[in-house]
T-cell receptor, first 109, second 112 residues
Framework: GIQVEQSPPDLILQEGANSTLRCNFSDSVNNLQWFHQNPWGQLINLFYIPSGTKQNGRLSATTVATERYSLLYISSSQTTDSGVYFCAVANQAGTALIFGKGTTLSVSS | DAGVIQSPRHEVTEMGQEVTLRCKPISGHNSLFWYRQTMMRGLELLIYFNNNVPIDDSGMPEDRFSAKMPNASFSTLKIQPSEPRDSAVYFC??????????FGQGTRLTVV
């Protein structure tokens, strides 16, 4: 099945710093989503982005489907950005999302 | 819309007991997914349904696990008998086919 690799596994930032999270996948996809799992365990939708670039406030994402990767940019990070960021993809063979292992982000003030 | 609704939010049960987790998908969505999250294995797909029909149950760990979707607005995941290694957070998600999926708040299951 399709493989999803996220990097880095852990990231520690000072408030105000910028960061880039990466997601590599092993096959073509028709769905790619970024999620933030907050400290209460809730999975929050950030982006639905099988291709192209989107922005939402301090967050933006880019997926280059032909090169099989996606990037999540967080600018001017805040302590509330802390948590685990997951990339999940679905390929042509099915509709269910397959998750990466996540990037754990810690932002300190 | 209230989003995907799961119940109960927390469940503590004794080994050997039957456990039933419930999910109400977003109205109008025709795909429903059950996932399990553990520290060791991360988020793993258990089973998913399209138009109430199970499509892929290869992620269901054992015959002790079963899932049903009797109609478009309700699904259950049952574990019988439960074991301590089943302790995890179980998520339900729904989507329109091939589009953005939305997750419920999860059920934290503890089997003692």
């Amino acid at each position: 099945g399709i493989q999803v690799e996220q990097s880095p596994p852990d990231l520690i930032l000072q408030e105000g710093a910028n960061s880039t999270l990466r997601c590599n996948f092993s096959d073509s996809v028709n769905n790619l989503q970024w999620f933030h799992q907050n400290p209460w365990g809730q999975l929050i939708n950030l982006f639905y982005i099988p291709s192209g670039t989107k922005q939402n406030g301090r967050l933006s994402a880019t997926t280059v489907a032909t090169e099989r990767y996606s990037l999540l940019y967080i600018s001017s990070s805040q302590t509330t950005d802390s948590g685990v960021y997951f990339c999940a993809v679905a390929n042509q063979a099915g509709t269910a999302l397959i998750f990466g292992k996540g990037t754990t982000l810690s932002v300190s003030s | 819309d209230a989003g995907v609704i799961q119940s109960p939010r927390h469940e503590v049960t004794e080994m050997g007991q039957e456990v039933t987790l419930r999910c109400k998908p977003i109205s109008g969505h025709n795909s429903l997914f059950w996932y399990r999250q553990t520290m060791m294995r991360g988020l793993e797909l258990l089973i998913y349904f399209n138009n109430n029909v199970p499509i892929d149950d290869s992620g269901m760990p054992e015959d002790r696990f079963s899932a049903k979707m009797p109609n478009a607005s309700f699904s259950t995941l049952k574990i019988q008998p439960s074991e301590p290694r089943d302790s995890a957070v179980y998520f339900c998600a729904s989507s329109l086919l091939y589009t953005e999926a939305f997750f419920g708040q999860g059920t934290r299951l503890t089997v003692v």
